[in-house]
Structures are given as C-alpha cells and as structure tokens.
C-alpha cells in the first residue's frame, strides 16, 4: 500500500503562483511515476502533469508554460510549481502514484483562483 498527502492548496489571485506538494509513504517500488490530475466542479477529472522516476514530464496543453512538475525521489516527493493561475484553473487537484500495477491517488488539496 501507498499512500499519499497533500499540501500547498489555498485561495489565490488571477496571475499569482502556488506550489503543491505530494509525499508518499508505505511500500514504493523503485520505477514508478508521479502526477497531478484536478477536478473541477461539475467536470471530469483530468491530468495536469505526471512525471516519470527518471524525471521526464508531461503537460496538459492547458498548462504548458505555466506549470513546472518536479520530482525528489529521495522524499518520495513530487511537486507542482503553479505560475500565472487563471481563475479556469480552480479545481480540487488529486495527486497520483503509479506502480506494479497500482494507482493510489491523494486526498485532493483545494487550489481556487479568484480575485
């Protein structure tokens, strides 16, 4: 079992910056990936970026070049530095683990753009 929390969520301005954290514990394999889906109200969740154990990423084009996703294997940790946050990216941001198989997702962390 793996299990995931979450931190960095909050309410910010149009064109502010947050940064989402995700630590997991239990029992990690050595390859898997890491990401980050969000859902908003009345939508279906979808990806926002994931991030493979040797650091290669993916975006959603909705937020290339706004979006960083990181990795510190060390930790067991991935982030997602957030940058110019429009209010289209309010929703309930989910991280993800990937291994052996498995999908383990987090509690959600809440980020609301809003002026």
């Known amino acids: 079992q793996v299990q995931l929390v979450e931190s960095g969520g909050g309410l910010v301005q149009p064109g502010g910056s947050l940064r989402l954290s995700c630590a997991a514990s239990?029992?990690?394999?050595?390859?898997?990936?890491m990401g980050w889906y969000r859902q908003a109200p009345g939508k279906e969740r979808e990806l926002v970026a994931v991030i493979s154990f040797g650091g290669n990423p993916n975006y959603a084009d909705s937020v290339k070049g706004r979006f960083t996703i990181s990795r510190d294997n060390a930790k067991n940790t991935v982030f997602l530095q957030m940058n110019s946050l429009k209010p289209e990216d309010t929703a309930v941001y989910y991280c993800?683990?990937?291994?052996?198989?498995?999908?383990?997702w987090g509690q959600g962390t809440q980020v609301t753009v809003s002026s």
């Open positions: 239990g029992r990690i394999f050595s390859i898997n990936s």
């Open positions: 993800v683990h990937r291994q052996g198989g498995g999908v383990y």
